[in-house]
């Protein structure tokens, strides 16, 4: 995890909530910034795209958990294990394990993020690097 240099408190701040909302104040900010034809600084470049790139990923993760569920709920013996998976914790506030682990990757890329950090999510970030030029 690499600390940036030169990052202000605006780009921070956007890049913490491109996280936290999937993704979209980032697409709203590049939308915004070409319109008005400003230059995004490659930190927030780098946090918008990897913002975005996850969110698309744990969308097509969800579509593809979901079509193995179906097969696994025709299984006998087998078919509670989605049940156990997705079983909401007293202890947790009710969120289900899958939840827990989403929600703190979430939070530990928008905290570091905040923090003024390149936050590192594992073979994510490497293709993020590799398309904004940044290695």
């Known amino acids: 995890m690499q600390h940036s240099n030169q990052v202000y408190p605006i780009e921070r701040i956007l890049s913490?909530?491109?996280?936290?909302?999937?993704g979209g104040v980032g697409f709203v900010w590049l939308?915004?910034?070409?319109?008005?034809?400003?230059?995004?600084?490659?930190?927030?470049?780098?946090?918008?795209?990897?913002?975005i790139?996850?969110?698309?990923?744990?969308?097509?993760?969800?579509?593809?958990?979901?079509?193995?569920?179906?097969?696994?709920?025709?299984i006998p013996l087998i078919n509670?294990?989605?049940?156990?998976?997705?079983?909401?914790?007293?202890?947790a506030f009710g969120l289900s394990v899958l939840q827990i682990i989403t929600t703190a990757v979430i939070l530990?890329?928008?905290?570091?993020?905040?923090?003024g950090y390149y936050s590192y999510f594992p073979?994510?970030?490497?293709?993020i690097d590799q398309n904004t030029g940044r290695r």
């Open 80 to 91: 509670a294990l989605p049940y156990f998976i997705n079983m909401p914790l007293s202890f």
């Open 123 to 127: 073979w994510v970030s490497d293709i």
């Open 31 to 51: 939308i915004i910034a070409a319109i008005f034809k400003k230059r995004v600084t490659p930190f927030l470049m780098y946090h918008i795209l990897q913002s």
């Open 16 to 22: 913490a909530l491109s996280y936290m909302t999937a």
């Open 108 to 115: 530990y890329l928008a905290i570091t993020s905040f923090m």
């Open 53 to 74: 790139f996850i969110s698309i990923a744990y969308y097509l993760l969800t579509i593809l958990c979901q079509m193995v569920y179906v097969i696994l709920y025709r």
